[in-house]
């Protein structure tokens, strides 16, 4: 597998129809795919793989901030450009934030493996708007919001 894991057939399922316009862009019609499945083609994890990259990057793609609070008070905010990513966090304990901030620089080709990889620990998607406002928290000392 590439940069990303295979979906899930939790997920697959999720993205039937994607999938079937996926098969159809390589012209493979449902009769074959069901003929691949029952003879165990070798094709099938290629195609399965081919797909969930493709997924992946189309998924990525279209986050530029994520927010994971992976305890409570504890909150992490990422916003990514495209060769860049920049972070803030916020630990609020006992009434008092403290808060940091930090960034890195990548290639291009690395930031939908950067924002995967915060997906899979429990990061979600969040706005920009929403990035701002806790870097406009973390600017002004504020304690951040539940």
Sequence with gaps: ??????LTREELHAVEAEFVRYLASESITSDD??????TDAPE???CL???????????TGAIDCLE????????????FTELTAHV???????????WSQGGKQYEAEARGR??????EQGAKPC????????QAEMVAGINVPD
């Design 88 to 98: 803030i966090h916020c630990v609020h304990e006992d009434g008092v934030a403290t």
């Design 44 to 46: 099938v994890e290629g």
């Design 114 to 119: 950067e924002i995967f990889l915060l997906l």
């Design 127 to 134: 706005d920009e708007d929403r990035f701002k406002a806790v």
């Design 49 to 59: 793989d081919a797909f969930s990259e493709q997924f992946w990057d189309g998924a």
């Design 33 to 38: 795919w069901e003929k691949k499945l029952s």
């Design 68 to 79: 994971h609070q992976p305890t409570p008070g504890d909150l992490w905010l990422f916003h």
């Design 1 to 6: 597998m590439g940069k990303y894991r295979r």
